[in-house]
């Protein structure tokens, strides 16, 4: 079973940014592609940004132009670099494989508030 750690949320004010990680036990962790998801209060969770086994990264609308994703194979992390925060973004943030999560058993997220 794939254990995922995620990391890094808090409280910042709008216009703020944070960084995100997340360490997953997969084995052959390189093979997989690899994604943030959230889910705000009384929302599905939606696919926020996603990056390939060969570093292609791709964006929600939403968050495009603000966040950018990255991985480090030899540590089996991905990050989320979260920049001009909005409160929309306010949301626990999770990471699996994308752009459908495989695995199971979910981590338990990192909470993110933007507020003033």
């Known amino acids: 079973q794939v254990q995922l750690v995620e990391s890094g949320g808090g409280l910042v004010q709008p216009g703020g940014s944070l960084r995100l990680s997340c360490a997953a036990s997969?084995?052959?962790?390189?093979?997989?592609?690899m994604g943030w998801y959230r889910q705000a209060p009384g929302k599905q969770r939606e696919l926020v940004a996603s990056?390939?086994?060969?570093?292609?990264?791709d964006y929600g609308d939403s968050v495009k132009g603000r966040f950018s994703i990255s991985r480090d194979n030899g540590k089996k992390m991905i990050y989320l670099e979260m920049n001009s925060l909005k409160p929309e973004d306010t949301a626990v943030y999770y990471c699996n494989t994308a752009p459908a999560p495989q695995w199971e058993n979910w981590g338990q997220g990192t909470q993110v508030t933007v507020s003033s």
């Open positions: 997969a084995s052959m962790f390189s093979l997989y592609a």
């Open positions: 990056i390939t086994t060969f570093g292609r990264t």
